[in-house]
C-alpha cells in the first residue's frame, strides 16, 4: 500500500471528508487529493501534519510493514477502530 492509499484509508477510518481533512491539515483539497492519488508528495511538515490530523505518526504512514497494510486493508478492523476512535474522542 502506497503512501495514497494510507492517507485515503485511514480518511476514511476517521470519517473525515477530503475537505475536512484538507482543512485539518491547512492544505487544499486538490493538493491532498493530489496526494492521495500520487501525483503530488508532500513535504516533511506537511506529512507531519497529516499524520498529526490522522491521529498516526510519520512511521505509520511511511513505514513499509506489511502488517500496518493489512490492518488499513481489513473491513472488520476498519469498522471496530471507527467505533473505538469515535468512543474516546466523542465519549458515547
Known amino acids: 500500500m502506497n503512501l495514497g492509499e494510507k492517507i485515503k484509508r485511514l480518511q476514511k477510518i476517521n470519517d473525515y471528508s477530503l475537505r475536512e481533512l484538507a482543512s485539518k491539515v491547512g492544505i487544499s483539497h486538490t493538493f491532498l487529493s493530489d496526494i492521495e492519488n500520487n501525483r503530488s508528495n508532500p513535504s516533511l511538515e506537511r506529512l ?45
Not at 63 to 75: P, R, S, T, V
Open 48 to 92: 507531519k501534519d497529516i499524520a498529526e490530523a490522522l491521529n498516526v505518526n510519520v512511521s505509520f504512514l511511511l513505514g513499509e510493514k506489511d502488517e500496518m497494510d493489512n490492518w488499513l486493508a481489513d473491513e472488520d478492523f476498519i469498522s471496530l477502530y471507527s467505533r473505538f476512535h469515535k468512543t474516546l474522542i466523542l465519549g458515547n
